[in-house]
């Protein structure tokens, strides 16, 4: 079996090093046609701009590696000084330098790697899932009998800062900042899913429909892990196989089945997505697209604020906010597979504490009044609050929270800093959860304080940074607004100490009505608690 791993361990990092190197290879040539399409397409209205850009770029070979955005950036600012001294704004080119480079060199693709886009998934794609497979699979006897098997977590470089995860960071953070920032170098790898995204949505694929499919693909691999390791505890399999159904079906198949049968404006709706995870949901753009969709528009509209003000709060209720972030949301549910190896690195320290409370309920100020900003500009048409611009506003956030830190860094530093870095100290929604649960909610965490042997599982593998064990040692009530209710702490707990319920408030003993169990009459408690 050993063998069987590490000829699975090549593999996979053939495929791997094939697509990494793939930004860097390639030819791009456009031709007098090609170049007359996209400008129509991109609506750009600027002489200056179509000449100056026409004259660098038609019928001249770029390779893989030179950055065109340079090119097209030069063109658009050698514009749009004429048109803003010339008062013609009509005319100015407002598109993205690197949005219109990715534009033509997807546009303008030649040789081995387009003429053999099925050769190059498997090249890619399939060795990657093959060689993970083959080292994952095994699993199911070389870590012996059923139970979680932590052995070695803290001496392997993988799973203990070391220079494996180290590298798994640098290619998270480098992969995150060339789908946001640099896409122009991702054109390679929509060529590769470009016949998946065609039988799909009807259009070749982008950047974002290549992260989609990364998305899905890396999480059906990690759940097969998830299933192996966790094959004994039957909350974890149904958590694991409720996250990839709604990633896979409501966060990637129904949009563009959605964009194939016209009815969907743009990219699609992530039914499950709910306001400030989907902070875009009330900016000015977005409701005027719905509005003018007709009825699925509308109905999406109504969807999306009945999710965010009824379901979600009486959800959190019932269950508290695991219904959510660990059983539905998709930042969740990459964080419990790719990153369930890291989970161990979340700190416990007061410090951290502190920084997660300011920092995930600034996130939450940040977006509530954004959205009051957006939806002022969307009823009155102003374009500015207070003197400051309401575009600017949503340009801050949509860069810091959307991109930076919900991205690169929410899932980049996974193998540095744990597995739910955004979803602690970042994520709006679970702060909004957060509140719910912390007041008003049946869920709760019961311990056994009797029982505990202070062993630490709990505390060391609870990838929110909560202090289990503290808890556990007095036998009290978890009750804490970070917990997503993912149930590990109960999972490796070796006395059966943790035990996830929600069960009604009436009757609940809290926290600091005891400590142990000779401290107070239980009984009399109890009844007084009726």
Known sequence: M???????IVIFLIGFGIFVSLPFLGNFKLDQQGFDQLIEQQGINSEIFVE???????????AGYKPLSTVVAESIEKANAVHTKNKEWSKKVYASDDDFATAIKKASGYGFI?????????????????GALMFIVPQVITLGRKGIKNNHI?????TNRGWIAWLVFIFLVSFYLVLYFQSEYAVNWTYLVDPISTWLSGNPA???????????????????????????????????????FFQIVFAFLIPEIMVRLQLSYNKGYDFKNAFPLDYDFFFSWNLKELISSGGLGLFILVWGIVLTVIIVPVMVYFFGKRWYCSWVCGCGGLAETLGDPYRQHSS??????KIERWLVHGVLLFAIVMTGCTLYGFF??????????????????????GAVFAGVIGTGFYPIFGNRVWCRFGCPLAAYLGFVQRFKSRFRITTNGGQCISCGNCSTYCEMGIDVRAYAQKGENIVRSSCVGCGICSAVCPRGVLKLENAPEEGRINPTEVLLGNDVDLMELLNKNK
């Open 2 to 8: 050993k063998a069987i791993q590490h000829i699975g």
């Open 52 to 62: 100056d850009l026409q004259s660098k770029i038609v019928g001249k070979d770029f």
């Open 114 to 130: 387009v003429e053999n886009k099925g050769l190059m998934w498997w090249l890619t794609f399939g060795l990657g899932i093959l």
């Open 154 to 158: 803290y001496h392997q470089s993988s």
């Open 206 to 244: 982008g950047q974002w429909f290549v992260y989609g499919f990364m998305y899905c693909v890396v999480m059906v691999v990690m759940a097969v892990r998830m299933y192996i390791k966790y094959r004994h505890n039957k909350y974890q399999v149904l958590r694991t196989t409720s996250v990839l």
């Open 348 to 353: 416990k320290s007061l410090f951290a504490w």
């Open 380 to 401: 009155t048409e102003a374009s500015t609050v207070l003197g400051i611009e309401v575009q600017s506003i949503m340009n801050v956030y949509s860069f810091l929270i």
